[in-house]
């Protein structure tokens, strides 16, 4: 069964340094989000992405946070200066269309010393 | 009031027992719900999707929804110690459909 497929597993960065997440989507997928999970807490959305644009995003997803396509196969989640309190598990996830279910990456567990 | 709720349990069950988990939402617009399992590590995987009040059954599994009372349950028959995991109820909504996910209910079925 095609997955979604995220990179690194485990990032371990110090406060202040840019991280980029990535996520190659099943390839018939054309919306791609962006969910991260605080450990203990609910997985809450970030971003949602579709036709090369944001078209949705959280409070949460603000100017250090970024996503990109660059290639037409990755999608990618950028924090540019990080912050203790980024520290969580980072989804992706794509679906088919906009009223399809979304199936999940197994995360990127982000950690920020 | 929050927009999706879920006992997080624990929940902790001998094999072979009926399992009941069980979600509530505030916002009567939404029309779509689903059930997440998540394993230890993993990342959420679609149980179930249901649109509309009623019942739906996959299996093992049998997802129902009332809107009247704006309540979802996931039933699982003969529980498997494979069926461990936490469950998450998730409802997309807004013009984009972004999913609300409850906190989760962590289960474990004891062999």
């Known amino acids: 069964e095609p997955e979604v497929t995220q990179t690194p597993s485990h990032q371990v960065t110090q406060m202040g340094q840019e991280v980029i997440l990535r996520c190659v989507p099943i390839?018939?997928?054309?919306?791609f989000y962006w969910y991260r999970q605080i450990l203990g807490q609910k997985v809450e959305f970030l971003v949602s992405?579709?036709?090369?644009?944001?078209?949705?995003k959280s409070e949460i997803f603000d100017d250090q946070f970024s996503v990109e396509r660059p290639d037409g196969s990755n999608f990618t989640l950028k924090i540019r200066s990080t912050k203790l309190e980024d520290s969580a598990m980072y989804f992706c996830?794509?679906?088919?269309?906009?009223?399809?279910?979304?199936?999940f990456g197994n995360g990127t567990r982000l950690t920020v010393t | 009031q929050k927009e999706v709720e879920q006992d997080p349990g624990p929940l902790s069950v001998p094999e072979g027992a009926i399992v009941s988990l069980n979600c509530t939402y505030s916002?009567?617009?939404?029309?779509?719900f689903m059930w997440y399992r998540q394993y230890s590590r993993k990342g959420p995987e679609l149980l179930m999707y249901?649109?509309?009040?009623g019942n739906k059954e996959d299996g093992r599994f049998t997802a129902q929804v009332d809107k009247s009372s704006k309540y979802i349950s996931l039933f699982i028959r003969d529980s498997q110690p494979s069926d461990s995991a936490t469950y998450l109820c998730?409802?997309?909504?807004?013009?984009?459909?972004?999913?609300?996910f409850g906190k989760g209910t962590l289960l474990t079925v004891n062999p």
């Open positions: 996830a794509t679906s088919e269309g906009r009223l399809s279910p979304l199936h």
């Open positions: 390839s018939n997928h054309l919306y």
């Open positions: 992405f579709y036709n090369n644009e944001i078209s949705e």
């Open positions: 916002n009567s617009a939404f029309q779509y």
């Open positions: 249901t649109y509309s009040s």
């Open positions: 998730a409802i997309p909504g807004g013009s984009n459909y972004k999913l609300t």
